[in-house]
T-cell receptor, first 113, second 115 residues
Framework: DAGVIQSPRHEVTEMGQEVTLRCKPI?????LFWYRQTMMRGLELLIY????????DSGMPEDRFSAKMPNASFSTLKIQPSEPRDSAVYFC???????????FGQGTRLTVV | AQSVTQLGSHVSVSEGALVLLRCNYS??????LFWYVQYPNQGLQLLLK??????LVKGINGFEAEFKKSETSFHLTKPSAHMSDAAEYFC?????????????FGAGTTVTVRA
């Protein structure tokens, strides 16, 4: 298996623009997580899905952030409009069974200027 | 709800010396516990996991961790540090058998290895 695949690896955008991050989980995994990593706040869980259903989105910082999982093999995290403070590395992870180990993608490094 | 606390945000060891990274957890039900490693500009990679079998868990790259329920701890050790062990290490917990599927991560410990 190719592992969790995220795209793009790097994204530079201007403040106010819409940004969409993409994730393909490992085939057969039924839980998917979006994390954000910054120097100041460390690794934060933004939202997670189980069987394509959002279970907990309490970590989503504000309404500018939204996430979808239209099917078992694809998820998006969208920021609209983006702000410089959104600059971070965003990780997607998936797991085969609730509560067991998660496998991480390589991350998307987002820079908002 | 579950959480982990990693003691020490930075650890510096000499090559060949013992590596000890501390993690304490809080969980209302029996936990699953994990250690992950993150190398620069990469994602997190699983080092080892505790899922209620043996309390001493062996992982990759010579690391091991011991689950101590009485101390609510899951400390990570490696007898002899190698330069390639320089990285950031995260402890994580999830609640076994609950409907809460999320992993909760500690703040991370950065390990530097001195030649």
């Amino acid at each position: 298996d190719a592992g969790v695949i995220q795209s793009p690896r790097h994204e530079v955008t201007e403040m106010g623009q819409e940004v969409t991050l993409r994730c393909k989980p490992i085939s057969g995994h039924n839980s998917l997580f979006w994390y954000r990593q910054t120097m100041m706040r460390g690794l934060e869980l933004l939202i997670y899905f189980n069987n394509n259903v959002p279970i907990d989105d309490s970590g989503m910082p504000e309404d500018r952030f939204s996430a979808k999982m239209p099917n078992a093999s694809f998820s998006t995290l969208k920021i609209q409009p983006s702000e410089p403070r959104d600059s971070a590395v965003y990780f997607c992870a998936s797991s085969a069974q609730g509560g067991t180990e998660a496998f991480f993608g390589q991350g998307t490094r987002l820079t908002v200027v | 709800a579950q959480s982990v606390t990693q003691l020490g945000s930075h650890v510096s060891v000499s090559e060949g010396a013992l590596v000890l990274l501390r993690c304490n957890y809080s969980s209302s039900v029996p936990p699953y516990l994990f250690w992950y490693v993150q190398y620069p500009n990469q994602g997190l990679q699983l080092l080892l996991k505790y899922t209620s079998a043996a309390t001493l868990v062996k992982g990759i790259n010579g690391f091991e961790a011991e689950f101590k329920k009485s101390e609510t701890s899951f400390h990570l050790t490696k007898p002899s540090a190698h330069m390639s062990d320089a990285a950031e290490y995260f402890c994580a917990v999830s609640e076994r058998g609950s409907n809460d599927y999320k992993l909760s991560f500690g703040a991370g410990t950065t390990v530097t290895v001195r030649a």
